[in-house]
């Protein structure tokens, strides 16, 4: 908050980082309607079980669930809708060439806002092993027992 601005995290995907190797990762607008806006900004949000897939030459974010908003009226969102991510149309192809040729998955990792505006950072991953898992784990506790020791 430096530079006086505070992007807040609405949502994060934990597991993501558990469960896969992330390569690279590209920032997303998301298509939302008002009460969608008004949960998210409620941090009523969820990327567990989440993916981002490429349908048709677009970018979709599936299985995110976004709960209905309590305010809201008869017009209030379905809660676990696909959403279609804002990306360039280059970005698309790229990771739609990705997925397919190289067997990697786009998931999603945090969903934040950015400008007034919500963002999702999505990201190139490579599922872990379960050796890989092991291997991540045993070196956080490295890392923790290290820094406890200084």
Request: with cysteine; glycine share 8%.
């Amino acid at each position: 908050m430096a530079d006086g601005k505070f992007n807040p995290v609405f949502a994060e995907n934990r597991k993501a980082r558990h469960d896969y190797a992330v390569l690279e990762t590209v920032e997303c607008g998301i298509q939302l309607k008002g009460t969608e806006v008004k949960s998210v900004r409620h941090g009523e949000v969820s990327l567990s079980g989440s993916y981002a897939a490429v349908l048709n030459g677009e970018l979709w974010l599936v299985g995110a669930d976004i709960a209905a908003y309590k305010f809201g009226n008869r017009f209030n969102h379905e809660p676990k809708s696909m959403r279609k991510l804002l990306v360039h149309a280059k970005e698309v192809r790229e990771m739609r060439l990705k997925t397919e040729a190289k067997g990697l998955t786009l998931i999603p990792l945090k969903v934040y806002l950015k400008g007034g505006r919500v963002k999702v950072a999505v990201g190139v991953c490579r599922g872990k092993a379960l050796h890989d898992k092991r291997e991540t784990l045993k070196k956080k506790a490295l890392r923790r027992d290290l820094e406890r020791a200084v």
